[in-house]
């Protein structure tokens, strides 16, 4: 729903500009100092910096948002947009001394620091069939950085391509499961996403699921239009589709940079490029390629001839050959390593990709890896991760409406973030409104996505990633979605009267819910025989024949269909001795004491409550 009113300021911007640029009249007096950053610039002239950036970087300058740039170069900027700019020697005075100051203290932070750009890292997310794989394919043959004559002789899951000099890092694996499976686990490697958005097609389902994705991680979102060679593409509607949920495109007005592309012809590739570098310009992102390297694996599999491989994505420092690495619990030495073209290379500086040969295990996707100076540090830091994990688990990684109270009050929340699932479209709004309304000084509710259908495993990939917890309105879980919840303790809650909800959610916030608990099962046995023990006890004589038994299960006896005790069991034995547990296959004897009347061929099935949500 973009108001028109909206289009028409971004034409009379486009108006104002092009009357200015084109058609001679006469251009706006405005003042200087003898150096400027492109912020200030921006500020002066009321144009957004991504504008200026872009002119700058036609200009064969790359210039970040804090970069400071002498007079004539801002004096040229400002003639392409329609300014007459003079050096103002009164205020150039005070500014000059202040921006001279800002860039010495920004080059003396830059070498304590060692920090030095890096490349950005993008990741390719969309809506299925919009074009994610085509595009990739585009811009990877459009100018792979040490592609040679013959093509790209081996693959990995990320590839650099070079823009006027610059390297541009594209992780290979698209869409938003891959990107937040990788959050959940605790590492963030992208920079910029693209949203590739088919321009025949329109905003769909899981175009919304990779903005909300996106926007949950907090990463800058540029618009590919793709499809463009086609007949019925209509960019235009995509962008209005995108202004009614918040991305507004720069010529609308907006922030949000878009890019018509075809992926087919290999149309705008280039200027997608550009922008992506714009906004990387805007993002400053720096490393300090000058110590040990740190990285994010990326990729990992067991390679028949050459060993356990990964594909690490170097975060800082710089990563050679003959480094000692510590990778999740494995370690070892960097034996070989090779580029996204396949070809060997000695090191690897920050926003690179490369295999890596020198482990004896495959480590997992997301594990971080670190250089260490030896056998003892890399002990140590495996020790260490130990530790932490530890820590992690004791902490709770995730949060629940039963223990958001406690996490506000210890300072660690100050959102609430919901996914919310409903059935029908129309329940979205009201629900998200009546949510988001509870929000009080000390918390801020918010909707971080929403959608129909049933809770699915990417649902609960976003909930870790963003410690959210899952609201379903008259839907369910898919199966694979309720286990992964149990393993991962992501919080669920269904409801089917929205007065419920918003009232348990208003309890959870002042710490006033108390929690509800689900029945697990864990196993099943059958009574084989029964014995009596001492004067009247009677112990059962069981075969597991699922799952397992503990002496905390508590137990239901049937007896055909009907139960003939629910309730603790008080002994477990095998053999003579006490056990903790006994798994399935295995007999054991149970003792119940407020129960003996145990008969042969009685079903036994084991349970515990466990808090949920
Ligand atoms: P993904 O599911 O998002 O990875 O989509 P794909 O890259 O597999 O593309 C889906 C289909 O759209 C394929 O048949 C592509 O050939 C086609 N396609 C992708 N980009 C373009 C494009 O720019 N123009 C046209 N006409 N077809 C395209």
């Not at 990320?158 to 869409?175: C, E, M, S, W």
């Not at 959610?505 to 819910?513: E, H, P, S």
Request: proline share 3%.
């Amino acid at each position: 729903m973009v108001s028109s009113e909206r289009r028409k300021d971004a034409n009379q911007i486009n108006d104002e500009k092009s009357g200015n640029e084109t058609s001679g009249q006469k251009a706006t007096v405005i003042e200087f100092p003898s150096a400027l950053s492109v912020r200030e610039l921006s500020d002066l002239l009321k144009v957004s910096p991504v504008d200026i950036i872009k002119r700058l970087i036609r200009a064969g300058i790359m210039a970040n948002i804090n970069q400071v740039i002498d007079f004539k170069t801002a004096a040229a900027i400002a003639a392409d947009l329609g300014f007459e700019a003079h050096l103002s020697k009164h205020v150039a005075g005070a500014n000059a001394h202040l921006s001279e100051a800002n860039k010495q203290s920004a080059q003396k932070a830059d070498q304590t620091t060692g920090l030095l750009p890096r490349p950005p890292v993008i990741t390719i997310m969309g809506h299925v069939d919009h074009g994610k794989t085509k595009l990739l394919d585009a811009i990877r043959s459009s100018n792979v950085v040490d592609s040679e004559a013959g093509g790209i002789t081996q693959h990995i899951g990320a590839y650099q391509v070079d823009f006027n000099g610059q390297k541009i890092t594209f992780l290979d694996t698209p869409g938003h499961e891959a990107f937040t499976a990788m959050r959940a686990r605790g590492a963030q490697v992208t920079d910029i996403t693209v949203l590739v958005v088919a321009a025949d097609d329109g905003v769909m389902p899981q175009t919304l699921e990779a903005i909300d994705h996106a926007r949950a991680a907090g990463v800058p979102i540029v618009v590919a239009i793709n499809k463009i060679d086609k007949p019925g593409a209509n960019p235009d509607r995509v962008k209005q589709q995108l202004a009614e949920v918040g991305l507004v495109v720069e010529d609308w007005g907006g922030d949000t940079v878009s890019v018509p592309v075809s992926a087919k012809d290999k149309k705008g590739i280039s200027d997608l490029l550009e922008n992506l570098m714009v906004v990387a310009e805007l993002q400053d992102l720096k490393a300090d390629p000058n110590k040990p390297a740190e990285g994010t694996v990326i990729e990992a599999e067991m390679d028949r001839t050459r060993g356990a491989l990964f594909t690490v994505l170097v975060s800082s420092g710089t990563l050679k050959v003959g480094d000692m690495i510590v990778v999740g619990e494995n370690w070892g030495r960097v034996k070989a390593m090779f580029n996204d073209a396949g070809k060997r290379v000695k090191k690897a500086t920050p926003s690179t990709p490369v295999e890596v040969l020198g482990l004896s295990n495959v480590p997992g996707v997301g594990d971080v890896m670190t250089v260490v100076e030896d056998e003892k540090a890399a002990n140590a830091a495996i020790e260490k991760r130990h530790h932490e994990i530890e820590l992690e688990t004791a902490v709770a990684r995730t949060v629940s409406l039963s223990n958001v109270f406690d996490q506000i009050s210890k300072g660690k929340v100050k959102e609430l973030s919901i996914i919310l699932k409903t059935d029908v479209q129309g329940s979205i709004e009201p629900i998200k409104t009546s949510l988001e309304k509870l929000s009080s000084d000390e918390i801020k509710v918010r909707v971080i996505h929403s959608s129909t259908g049933n809770v699915n495993e990417n649902d609960i990939m976003l909930a870790i990633a963003s410690k959210a917890v899952i609201i379903g309105f008259n839907t369910e879980a898919e199966p694979g979605a309720k286990g992964a919840a149990e393993r991962e303790g992501v919080s669920l809650r269904f409801y089917n009267i929205i007065y419920n909800m918003v009232d348990d959610v208003t309890k959870a916030l002042k710490g006033m819910l108390t929690p509800t608990f689900v029945e697990v099962i864990d196993g099943h046995g059958e009574v084989r025989a029964v014995f009596t023990a001492g004067k009247k006890e009677k112990i059962a004589g069981v075969f597991m024949t699922e799952g397992k038994v503990t002496r905390s299960s508590s137990m239901r006896v049937l007896r055909g269909k009907q139960k003939v005790y629910e309730g603790p069991i008080s002994s477990l034995r095998r053999f003579k001795d006490d056990v903790r547990e006994v798994a399935s296959g295995f007999e054991c004897g149970i003792g119940v004491d407020s129960f003996t009347d145990f008969q042969v061929g009685d079903g036994l099935e084991f349970f515990r409550n466990e808090k949920s949500g």
